[in-house]
């Protein structure tokens, strides 16, 4: 089973191998490619919102404050590089940084840099599924990191989705399993569902991380497999609750 959160700094070298993979794609493919699962985005659009995010992110760890979100900064006409610079301006933040410093972030976890560590991880990971999808080809996530990032949604996000979404329906206990890490959660009914006791559960959602995962963020993947109650599993599952 995986031991999650990681530590905060080995975050880094996983952020730094998915940043250099995301901006292979944007160096080979198509920049007006069609990204499936992001609302009429092209590669480009993709690539600028990922780099974008990146230079957000280097402000909130250095200042430890809010800071506004601006995604005027086009990228200019070398796309691949600019990104990679975004991703490098991150990472040499993210390696300066104390991970247990004080610092907003907007999640329900406690309020230090470390969450940064993680949560850009996860942001570059499943838009380097994005990125792969627009160029028609595709990558295989570690599996221990795929399930960090469940654990990240029903961690992070699930607990402040009033934010951005209705709570998600729950009727009774829910497990959610990874197949190929053998990890699990159990869901309990409230608004929001939270993580609770490993209990019998009325409903059980199974797959592989990456394709948990990707369920979770409402993108194309191989539906989990549901047994028992699977009327109140598929309710969960098909509620928006990221933003």
Request: net charge negative.
């Amino acid at each position: 089973m995986t031991t999650m959160p990681f530590p905060a700094r080995d975050y880094l070298p996983v952020l730094g191998e998915l940043a250099d993979g995301f901006a292979e794609v944007l160096r080979t493919a198509d920049p007006a490619a069609a990204v499936p699962d992001c609302g009429g985005w092209t590669l480009r659009d993709l690539g600028t919102h990922l780099g974008n995010v990146h230079r957000w992110a280097t402000s909130v760890v250095i200042s430890g404050e809010s800071q506004r979100q601006s995604f005027d900064d086009g990228p200019g006409a070398d796309l691949a590089s600019w990104y990679a610079d975004s991703a490098k301006q991150l990472l040499d933040a993210l390696e300066a940084a104390t991970p247990e410093d004080r610092c907003w972030h907007f999640a329900g976890t406690e309020k230090v840099k470390a969450f940064w560590f993680r949560r850009q991880v996860h942001e570059t990971a499943v838009h380097l599924t994005d990125a792969h999808a627009a160029a028609g080809t595709a990558v295989t996530l570690d599996p221990a990191v795929a399930a960090d990032g469940v654990d990240e949604v029903l961690t992070a996000w699930l607990p402040r989705v009033s934010r951005w979404h209705a709570p998600p329906p729950l009727a009774a206990p829910l497990a959610l399993r990874t197949t190929d890490t053998g990890d699990a959660w159990t869901l309990h009914p409230g608004e929001p569902p939270a993580l609770g006791p490993a209990t019998e559960p009325a409903a059980t959602a199974e797959a592989t991380a990456q394709d948990l995962l990707l369920h979770l963020w409402k993108r194309t993947a191989p539906a989990p497999r549901l047994t028992g109650d699977t009327g109140t599993a598929e309710q969960f599952l098909q509620a928006p609750f990221t933003a």
